[in-house]
Every structure is written in C-alpha cells, then in structure tokens.
C-alpha cells in the first residue's frame, strides 16, 4: 500500500474538486431520474461510464487485480448500486441541497456501523453528537411537512436517502482500503462495470432505451461521476479518510447553487438550520476518531 501525502493539503483541495463534479454530475442525473425513473439513469451513467473510463484503463494494457483487490471493487460496487437507486430516486422528488443535507447523516451511521461490526465503543460525546444530528434532520423534515407545497411522496423520498446513507456509511469504510491497493483509474473503470452488471440483471424487467436527447446528458453525467471518482481515489490514497471526510459538507454549497441555477429551487430556512445541526454533529464525531485507517471487515 502507497504511503500518505506528507502534507494533506493537496489530497483535501483534490476531494473538494471532487466533490464538485460529483455535484455537478446530480444536476444531470435529477433530471435523467425524473425522465426515466433512477434505476435508467444509474443504469446508462455507469454503461457509459465504463466505456469511457474502459477506454483510457484498457489503453494502458494494465494487469489485471488480484484476488483480494477485485473482491473490494465487487464488494464495494453492490452498496455503489444500492446507494445510488436510493439517492437518486430520492433526489427525483427532493429540492438538491435538501437531499445533500439529509445523506450528511452517514458519518454519523458510520460510527455506529463501527461500533457494530468493528466492537468500537460509542461514548457520552458521540451519543450527544448522534442526538445532534438528529435534530437537523428532524428540522429539515418538520420544514418539508410544514411547506404549502407539501407532498406526501416527500416523506418516502426522505426515507430513501437516509437508507442511501446507511450504504454509503458501509462504502466509507471501505473506500480507503481500495484506494491504498489499486489505481485511480482502475477503481473507477471496476466501479462502473461492477454497478452496471449488476444492475444489467434487473435489465429485462426494468430498462428502457433512453431517447437521444438524453444522451449528452448520460454522456456528461458518466464523464463527471469518472472525474469525480478519479479525484476521489487519488485523494484517500494519500490522505487520511478523517482529514478528507469533511470535504463531503462543500457539497452542500454546490447543491444549494446548483439546484437555484437550474431548477429554480429555493433554499428553506429549516433546510439551512438542519445542515449546520447535523454537520455540527459530524464534526464533533470527527473530532475524537483516532487517527488510523478504518478496518475494512469484509476483506477481514
């Protein structure tokens, strides 16, 4: 495994670049999803999103993973599939920055996931953090049952991103172990075809031939998510998952723009106080994690 970056600050401007091409890439996809349902738009992103990133993988004629590194691309690609049915159906119903703040509940669920499969002990200081975090959410939802505009699918499309979050707590810890044994370009090329095949099973019953209008917008969605993985696993390669983790909340920024620039969506006042609860939250957490790799247990 290739050592840290002796100093974090390139890693961390790198997952912020990051981060801000992911979010770029949710402006495509909540408008894929809302045209052709989640399961096409996660479908198509990641068909198109191995055939680039195949493309520039395949060229350099690298040799093929391990044993052990292959089954953490496999593994990590089925809560990648999960995670992102559950984020972007969601996402299809719920203003962009709403979504964002909601999913910052997984380093919070990360730390219970830890306490479950790790045997790690949840103090007084993360307990209250935990009741924190649950405030925020509880202000976010209690906002969104309070609008005008309020609809009832609204409270399923919560639900589905806070199951994105439990998966994506799980894909945390093991994104830094697959970032210290493989190359950028070859996790993001493993992750697209892992998730496609996987989702290529649910094809017969599921998927539908997207029109060609929609294919700039699968085409950019896949080349953002592939910019955004390579930036991603380049930067937990060389720093630690603890330093980088708080680059996850300038998403929220993002969203907040974004979603005003091309759906109109206005930022609530209980959208806002329910971020900084819970990203306080996250932070209080993050204050007291040791400073050493998470133990990934499914390559135990």
């Keep these: 495994m290739r050592p840290d970056s002796p100093s974090p600050l390139i890693p961390f401007l790198v997952a912020c670049a990051g ?12 408008g894929l999803s809302i045209d052709l349902g989640a399961y096409n ?3 198509w992103r990641t068909s198109a999103g191995t055939l680039v990133s195949g493309a520039i ?4 004629r690298p040799a093929m993973p391990d044993a052990a590194t292959m089954r953490i691309h496999a593994v990590r690609s089925v809560f990648v599939a ?19 703040a909601l999913a910052f509940v997984a380093p919070l669920m990360a730390l219970y996931m830890a306490a479950i499969f790790l ?11 935990s009741l924190l975090g ?7 939802v209690a906002g969104k049952l309070g609008g005008s505009d309020y609809d009832p699918e609204a409270l399923w499309a919560v639900g589905a991103v806070f199951l994105s979050a439990v998966f994506y707590a799980y894909n945390l810890i093991l994104a830094r172990r ?5 190359e950028p370009l070859e996790i993001a090329f493993f992750q697209n075809f892992f998730v496609a095949a996987i989702l290529a099973l649910g094809a017969p019953w599921f998927a539908v031939l997207p029109g060609e209008g929609h294919a700039p917008h699968i085409l950019g969605a896949a080349i953002l998510a592939t910019l955004s993985l390579l930036c991603l696993s380049w930067a937990y390669a060389r720093a630690e998952t603890q330093i980088l983790a708080t680059t996850e909340y300038t998403g929220f920024l993002w969203a907040m723009l974004f979603g005003w620039i091309f759906f109109a969506e206005a930022v609530t006042l209980p959208t806002l106080a329910g971020a900084v609860l819970i990203v306080a939250a996250c932070l209080i957490v993050a204050r007291k994690v040791p400073h050493q790799d998470p133990i990934d ?4």
């Design 19 to 30: 981060i801000a091409t992911y979010s770029a890439m949710d402006v495509l996809m909540k």
């Design 41 to 43: 738009a996660v479908l």
């Design 57 to 60: 993988y395949l060229s350099l």
């Design 82 to 100: 999960a995670m992102a049915l559950c984020f972007f159906w969601a996402l299809a119903r719920l203003p962009i920055a709403e979504a964002i």
């Design 119 to 129: 045997g790690e002990k949840i103090g007084p200081r993360s307990v209250a953090a």
């Design 134 to 140: 649950l405030g925020g959410v509880l202000v976010i």
């Design 178 to 182: 697959q970032a210290k044994m493989a």
């Design 297 to 300: 247990p499914a390559a135990a």
